[in-house]
């Protein structure tokens, strides 16, 4: 009859089977039972349990060209299953440094490979959640003093459980101005990627050269940072393929003697100044439409099939501007 | 009548438990979070009952994806304010709910002073009471 109608809080550790009463929706032994792993014994099994080998198939798939870069991926993946293996086994495997940076001209497909880099890492639960937050210099530094490290801590917690992507990482340092609040913002990252490394994964992106002179102004950022990645530009075929996949998700196609001029269109694009690489041929592909568009427009009462609708024809490319500068450089050094 | 020997403040959720672990906290976030709630962190030095809006430990953590950023948060506050009283809040923005959906309290001081009643003698022999917490004698 003594037994008292509530329990006292804090006066006796409370019996197993009261510490299993479930909170809303918490399973209590969630991360243990993680955390023993469930026993996957071969590579397969760990891929089939995680959908980071349907994130590299498609990274291989969807992505075109970028070798290197997909076989350091590849490289990595591997190290995790690995790493996966031997903890399900007990071995010592303490959570690899993840952080990266992918250096590369523009439009090389550094933002896109991060986003699937989120996807994989997810895949084999070196991240919680997998989400991407994409950042900039404005996102991280402050206007004033006080103001950036409130501002770079709020990112990082954002990202954390995720991938921190960190576009344009050299604008952060401004050798230039000497109180520049880049810095400030330089060391909070820093101490995080250090401290919380089995939290968020970051990856900083930017152009080869001056992402290179970031570096050689931060050590610190670079020996913290295992996997440096370098984004290759893509050959002239490499762009073509990228142009038959961005038609295709758009469904349109090109029409005859079209991906001919487009291949040319490319040749002459590719040495003038401000090429993109896929972002360029996205841009030429959109002016494409344009004028496609317009050439149709033209035609007030025709009725078109799906097929018009969908078709770029060989002269919506060949009104391009490129061709005319082209023309007129052959011109003058023909005279 | 609800009597609580022990004078520990029972309010939010989970009061009348042994205090959260810090696991036991981020599960309770991640649950939270998976219903798509606003962490935010608030502090008080005074729990009485009718102290409704406590101090803000930064603002409402919106956008927020996994409970590290919000632990994060969390020791911050515990750090600076080590012997006030702690709780985590969740809002839920759907709309018609937009309110505070969780609350439990996360840090509290070694020895809770607890409350006090206070007698006012009015007109007549009226008695007036009022509940006075002890905490706020020594700020």
């Known amino acids: 009859m003594a037994a008292p109608l509530y329990q006292i809080p804090g006066q006796q550790a409370p019996s197993p089977d009261q510490r299993q009463a479930p909170s809303p929706g918490a399973p209590a032994d969630a991360p243990a039972a993680a955390a023993n792993g469930t026993g996957e014994r071969t590579v397969a099994e760990v891929l ?94 402050g206007q004033y003093i006080g103001h ?31 109180r520049d609040y880049g810095q400030e913002a330089i060391e909070i990252l820093l101490q995080v990627m250090e401290s919380r490394r089995d939290d968020l994964v970051v990856i900083l992106a930017g152009y080869k050269d001056r992402m290179d002179a970031f570096f050689r102004s931060n050590p610190g950022m670079s020996s913290r940072i295992a996997h440096h990645l370098d984004f290759p530009d893509y050959p002239t075929g490499d762009l073509l393929r990228i142009a038959d996949k961005m038609l295709e998700q758009q469904n349109y196609r090109f029409g005859p003697g079209a991906r001919t001029a487009f291949a040319e269109y490319l040749v002459r694009r590719i040495p003038q100044p401000h090429f993109a690489n896929a972002r360029s041929v996205r841009n030429a592909l959109d002016r494409a439409r344009l004028r496609q568009a317009s050439r149709l427009f033209a035609d007030q009462d025709r009725v078109f099939a799906a097929d018009d609708l969908s078709t770029i024809a060989e002269s919506d490319i060949r009104a391009s501007r490129v061709f005319e500068i082209a023309a007129a450089h052959l011109r003058t050094e023909g005279v | 009548m609800m009597t609580n020997p022990v004078g520990r403040i029972t309010q939010g959720q989970f009061s009348y438990l042994p205090d959260l672990s810090d696991a036991e906290i981020s599960l309770q976030i991640e649950y939270g979070l998976s219903k798509g709630h606003a962490w935010s962190v608030e502090y008080t030095d005074d729990p009485h009952p009718r102290n409704t809006y406590w101090e803000m430990f930064g603002l409402p953590m919106f956008d927020f994806e996994d409970a590290a950023g919000i632990m994060m948060e969390l020791q911050n506050c515990r750090k600076a304010f080590p012997r006030h009283y702690i709780r985590l809040m969740a809002f839920d923005s759907t709309r018609g709910v937009e309110s505070i959906v969780m609350s439990f309290i996360v840090n509290r001081p070694k020895d809770e002073p607890g409350f006090g009643l206070t007698r006012q003698e009015a007109h007549g022999r009226t008695i007036r009471y009022t509940v006075h917490s002890y905490a706020t004698d020594r700020p």
């Open chain 1, 148 to 178: 950036t490290a409130p501002k770079t801590k709020e990112v990082l917690e954002k990202a954390m459980g995720g991938v921190l992507f960190i576009d344009e990482a050299y604008y952060l340092y401004r050798p230039e101005n000497e």
């Open chain 1, 48 to 141: 089939a349990k995680s959908q980071a080998g349907e994130g590299l198939d498609e990274l291989e798939r969807d992505l075109v060209g970028l070798a290197p870069v997909k076989s350091r991926i590849r490289d990595i993946a591997a190290l995790l299953v690995i790493d996966k293996l031997r903890m399900n086994l007990g071995l010592q495997a303490h959570a690899p440094s993840l952080h990266m940076s992918f250096t590369g001209n523009p439009g090389t497909g550094k933002t896109t490979v991060a986003m699937r880099m989120a996807e994989i890492l997810r895949g084999l639960g070196f991240v919680r959640k997998g989400h991407l937050v994409a950042v900039t210099r404005d996102d991280l530094v």
